[in-house]
């Protein structure tokens, strides 16, 4: 059986509850999250086997954390312990027209203050064909930054597929480099991305053109293509926005050249749209291990879409759930 792994930060995730603001609330919901510990859950959720590696605290929290990612199927067996702390995230959910907040506090954390020769590579990738990491993870620190390019020469010279979410977060990168400076490098050494104009701008100054969507995706690509030779896939997911609720949903993919759409959801009445770009790449990685190109976009599409109806960071939808959506159900009646 394929098996994926990934690098990245779990978090300690407070959220305010019943759509209060920061100002109203007097209690959080604590859970834990985080893109890349989402992006193999949700990939283990479907019946692949998967792996993480990360630092935690060595103190009750970070067990709380490696017990959570243990009941998610997740092998914990290279997560390594050190620091004193876990990062933090605080969210305020949107409602209506009103848009989502989160606040980072994660400064200093055990994984942040991660350094080269921390994680054994050889022993993480002894069995594993897939190796995944995104954009949060560089910009967390220089040393979480110099790990990850470690753990992506690691993963070339052992003949894994890497795969990257560009996930740009403009309030990382506070350490003294411009994400252009680390970003080249890395994903000159992928297989696979999940990009986005905003952060393909943002992070190597790339600016699309078109009349519509379309012709902006195959610019986004074509540019993409130029810069990075080695690219065999690169997949857009496109949201529309139409109020904190309410949102379309739909993605393509190019894969060596050849264009796949998936179909438009119309989403309403969103749960938590926290994590969903995450599902989207885990059911993606899914997919294009056991799926053609066009079933693997629509089954991440679908995965996606019914992760926003979950609370919560993680995508807890079956198979035969997601295959239902991709089948025309949309009912939402009770199944029993």
């Known amino acids: 059986m394929k098996k994926v792994v990934a690098l990245g930060e779990v978090l300690l995730r407070l ?4 759509f209060l603001k920061f100002a109203q609330a007097g209690e959080f919901n604590a859970d834990f999250g985080g893109s890349e510990f989402n992006v193999v859950a949700s990939a283990a959720n479907f ?11 060595d103190n009750d929290i970070g067990k709380c954390a490696l017990m959570e990612m243990n009941r998610f199927n997740v092998d914990t067996d290279n997560v390594v312990f050190g620091g004193d702390r876990m990062g933090i995230y605080f969210l305020e959910k949107g409602a209506s027209i009103r848009g989502s907040k989160i606040i980072y506090d994660r400064k200093n ?5 991660l350094e080269k020769g921390m994680i054994d590579w050889e022993k993480t990738f002894e069995g594993a064909t897939w190796f995944h990491w995104s954009g949060i993870t560089p910009g967390v620190s220089q040393g979480a930054a110099d790990v990850c390019l470690e753990g992506l020469k690691a993963a070339r010279e052992m003949g894994l597929t890497i795969s990257t979410d560009f996930n740009y977060r403009a309030n990382l990168w506070n350490y003294g480099k411009s994400p252009s400076e680390i970003m080249e490098e890395m994903v000159g050494l992928c297989d696979v991305v999940l990009a986005g104009d905003y952060a393909a701008s943002q992070y190597f100054g790339i600016e699309v053109s078109g009349k519509d969507e379309g012709e902006r995706q195959m610019s986004l690509c074509d540019q993409l293509r130029k810069r990075f030779p080695a690219l065999k896939s690169i997949a857009i997911t496109t949201r529309g926005n139409i109020s904190a609720l309410h949102n379309t949903w739909s993605a393509v993919i190019d894969v060596e050249g050849m264009r796949y759409a998936s ?5 309403t009445h969103i749960v938590d749209r926290i994590g969903a770009g995450d599902s989207f790449m885990g059911a993606l990685i899914y997919g294009l291990n056991h799926f053609d190109p066009q079933k693997a976009i629509e089954f991440a599409v679908a995965a996606s879409t019914l992760k ?5 960071d993680v995508n ?8 239902a959506l991709m089948g025309g159900d949309t009912s939402g009646r009770v199944n029993r």
């Open 15 to 18: 959220s305010t509850k019943d």
């Open 47 to 57: 019946g692949m086997k998967a792996g993480f590696v990360t630092r935690l605290p």
């Open 109 to 113: 954390s055990g994984f942040a203050s």
């Open 263 to 267: 179909s438009t959801y119309d989403i």
């Open 308 to 312: 926003h109806t979950i609370y919560g």
């Open 316 to 323: 807890l939808v079956t198979h035969q759930e997601v295959e």
